[in-house]
């Protein structure tokens, strides 16, 4: 057999096997019973209105206001980890360590057993949207301010310069000249991290959530308890995929518009 | 009278000594051109100059205020100088009347219809009018280096420094932006030039200064530097740049 003749006849037995998975699977599987346990109309309209009303709107909530607060704190960590000033270099590197190193998981459980235990009476404004807002900012901040970090060393050295020749003070030039630019290289990056917080807001079960506080893993998780019957998990899984596969692809598309810009 | 007095300027990087004595006069109105090897200092001259690099010792002088004295208000000083780079280093997020404006609005201060008046003063002066709502990467070089000519201009400087501000230009562009340079000086702007463009500092400069590591090998006007060089290295420079088929080194 000529070497490609035997590539074509590999290619071709590549095919078979995966359209003999496929069929196994599909012959295999009890399709009546996975119908009536993951698409059970009754069941799906058990989770509605509330699935949109409360577990969708409180995971945006929870997700936009930690964002926000990762945002603003980790801006403010990546500027004192590139001071000139020692010890903010020493305090940002450990904060971005830590937090970076720390399952979101195990910041939550601080969160909810922790705190409250070694300042009792301690109390976050908006009760627990305030707490989630800080304990996912928390660890939001720590990859953000990485990112933060490398666009703005990624903003050449001469725009620097330049502002400073004209007058402007190290601060004024950061907000009015570096930050700026900062801000447009890492917007992709920036909305890989929305996609990566909608996803972890669901640790928020772990401080414990009401009918009213609950998002969506935790609504559907309780909802598929409930009737013994996994559609409202389906039902949040797609949720889920309705925001983060259109924000996925606006990334991607990002990425291709400042490939081709450079 | 004298605009820039530098007076046994000393810098060095770690253990490299790249000024090793620099003792040079720009009077007032006056264009010194610096011409010399590369790697020899001159853009660390003219960093030091306003204060972009800490000199190690010595000190600078701009129009009787002493820059160089540990309390000088930086900012302030910088301010005086107006700075020309080689890469041009336009400010890529904002357009060009934005690039003319933004210092002129927090750092002096001025208001918005008086920055903006500066600018299309300066803009039209350089030949760029016509691309104030432009981005400076739809830009050519010839285009960003004017623009970065009046950006300096706006901030209105006592003195211009220009480190080769035509080396990073195409040739054919490389007129437009000296024709501009060949105006301020006739304007009577003082200038400190860095160029290897030896035509230019034959007929515009009043001094010219020849760098050789690190130190002022010799200076004097351009008709004797260039034109009757008397020492060595001079002459073996200049020999380099003016050799036609070397010219591209
Ligand atoms: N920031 C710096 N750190 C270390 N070395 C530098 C720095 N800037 C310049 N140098 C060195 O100083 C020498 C002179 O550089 P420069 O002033 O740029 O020369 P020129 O402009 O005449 O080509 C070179 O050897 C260069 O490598
Ligand atoms: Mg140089």
């Known amino acids: ?22 069929l196994l699977v599909v012959f295999a599987a009890d399709w009546s019973s996975l119908r009536q346990n993951f698409a059970n109309l009754d069941v799906a309209g058990q989770a509605f209105p509330e699935l949109i009303t409360i577990a ?12 926000v607060v990762g945002f603003v704190l980790g801006l403010l960590v990546a500027l004192m980890r590139l001071s000139s000033i020692a010890v903010y270099r020493a305090v940002a590197l450990a904060y971005i360590e830590v937090f970076r190193g720390l399952p979101a998981l195990v910041v939550f459980l601080i969160f909810g057993f922790g705190l409250p235990v070694a300042f009792p009476g301690l109390t976050f404004p908006f009760d627990q949207y305030g707490t989630v807002a800080v304990a996912l900012g928390l660890v939001a901040a720590a990859y953000m301010a990485e990112t933060f970090r490398a666009g703005i060393q990624a903003v050449p050295r001469g725009q620097m310069e330049a502002a400073r020749s004209l007058g402007m003070s190290h601060t004024r030039a950061m907000v009015s ?20 917080l909608f996803k972890d807001s669901s640790l928020v079960f772990v401080l414990g959530v009401t009918s009213l506080t609950t998002e969506l893993s935790k609504f559907g998780g309780d909802l598929a308890t409930e009737h013994a019957n996994s559609t409202p998990l389906v039902l949040a899984g797609a949720t889920y995929l309705v925001i983060t596969l259109p924000l996925g692809y606006v990334v991607r598309r990002l990425e291709a518009k400042q490939r081709k810009a450079r | 009278m004298t605009a820039v007095e530098i007076v046994d300027l000393h810098k060095s990087f770690g253990d490299l000594e790249v000024l090793r004595g620099i003792s040079a006069s720009v ?84 208001d918005k219809a008086e920055a903006e008046r500066v600018a299309m003063d300066n803009l039209t002066k350089v030949g760029v009018a016509d691309k104030v709502r432009s981005y400076p990467a739809q830009l050519s070089g010839g285009q960003q280096q004017r623009v970065a000519i009046a950006r300096a201009l706006s901030m209105g400087p006592e003195v211009m420094l220009f480190d080769e501000p035509t080396s990073a230009l195409d040739p054919e562009l490389v007129g437009e932006v000296l024709g501009v340079m060949r105006q301020l000086a006739d304007e009577g702007m003082t200038m400190l030039v860095v160029t290897h463009e030896m035509q230019f500092a034959r007929e515009v ?11 002022v090998v010799e200076q004097g006007p351009p008709d004797q530097v260039i034109g009757a060089p008397q020492h060595e290295r001079t002459k073996t420079f200049l020999a380099r740049v003016l050799d036609p088929i070397h010219r591209t080194e």
């Open chain 2, 205 to 215: 400069a009043d001094k010219v200064l020849f760098m050789d590591g690190g130190v």
């Open chain 2, 27 to 110: 009077a007032t109105g006056e264009v010194v051109c610096v011409i010399g090897p590369s790697g020899s200092g001159k853009s660390t001259l003219l960093r030091c100059v306003n204060l972009l690099e800490q000199p190690n010792s010595g000190k600078i002088v701009v129009n009787g205020v002493e820059i160089t004295d540990r309390d000088c208000d930086i900012d302030g000083a910088r301010r005086r100088l107006g700075m020309v780079f080689q890469q041009f280093n336009l400010f890529q997020h904002l357009t060009v009347l934005d690039n003319l404006t933004i210092a002129q609005r927090k750092v002096l201060r001025r």
């Open chain 1, 56 to 67: 969708l709107k409180n995971t945006v909530i929870y997700t936009l206001s930690a964002y």
């Open chain 1, 1 to 22: 057999m000529s070497p490609r003749k035997r590539q074509q006849f590999v290619r071709g037995g590549q095919y078979v096997v995966f359209a003999a998975v496929v």
């Open chain 1, 177 to 196: 000249i570096i930050i700026p630019q900062a801000l447009r290289i890492v917007i992709p990056p920036l909305t890989n991290e929305l996609i990566l």
